[in-house]
């Protein structure tokens, strides 16, 4: 069960990953999007936007989407919850504490992230904590 419960555990930092390389890219995908929108809607009149206003708009994107840090706990989750599987006195009560925490960073990153790719790389790590959890079930 440890080896199976490591192995859900290394799937969700496989997804994790996916989803921290994804999340540097879009911000400049939106910064791009936006201004080609914009271009499109004042093309014909005699409206302008500032650099400054992309900028701003762009700043606000980056700041309400950004999940370094629950990406940062879910990391330590994993680590926490990988070293506990390792110890040789029954660790059930915190592993399932953990699992859902996990659950819960999982749950934030998806709320924050509006990115398709990203999306299916929640639902995987959603599905890995799902199985740990009823793993640490049938442990209990």
């Keep these: 069960m440890a080896d199976g419960l490591a ?7 496989r997804q994790l990953d996916i989803v921290r390389t994804r999340t ?7 910064r791009d999007k ?5 271009t499109e809607l004042l093309a014909g009149t005699v409206a302008s936007i500032s650099p400054a206003d992309i900028v701003r708009d ?3 994107y980056a700041d309400r989407s ?3 840090e ?8 994993l680590d926490q919850f990988i070293k ?8 059930g009560r915190r592993l399932d504490f953990l699992s859902q925490e996990m659950v819960r960073e999982i749950n934030t990153i998806g709320s924050k992230t509006a990115d398709v790719q990203a999306a299916h790389c929640v639902v995987e790590m959603k599905l ?13």
């Design 24 to 30: 540097k890219e879009l911000v400049l995908e939106y």
């Design 84 to 91: 506990l599987l390792s110890d040789r006195e029954s660790q």
């Design 34 to 38: 936006l201004i080609q929108r914009v």
């Design 128 to 140: 890995a904590a799902e199985r740990i959890k009823e793993i640490l079930q049938n442990v209990e």
């Design 70 to 77: 629950e990406i940062t706990r879910l990391t330590c989750h």
């Design 58 to 60: 762009v700043a606000i």
């Design 66 to 68: 950004d999940i370094n």
């Design 7 to 13: 192995q859900l555990c290394n799937e969700m930092r």
